[in-house]
């Protein structure tokens, strides 16, 4: 891999995301209590998903209830 190639690969991706109420909701409060933007709260539970959690499996329904 060239050097340009690696470069154009740890460019930053932007994501749109469409998000419940409640599920914004929680996201502000955390950022609140963590002292964080809500972009980077959601940003670093993004990355701790993506490295704790192997596979997402079940009914989509359950995931998309927040507790």
């Known amino acids: 891999m ?12 932007s994501v749109n995301l469409q998000l419940c109420p409640e599920a914004n909701a929680r996201l502000v409060a955390l950022a609140k209590v963590h ?10 539970r993004i990355y701790d998903s993506l ?6 499996t079940g009914e989509y329904s359950e995931i998309f209830t927040i507790k």
Do not use: F, H, Q, T
């Open 51 to 56: 490295n704790n959690v192997p596979e997402v």
């Open 35 to 44: 002292k964080r933007s809500k972009r980077l709260e959601a940003l670093l």
């Open 2 to 13: 060239s050097d340009e190639e690696v470069g154009k690969s740890r460019r930053p991706i």
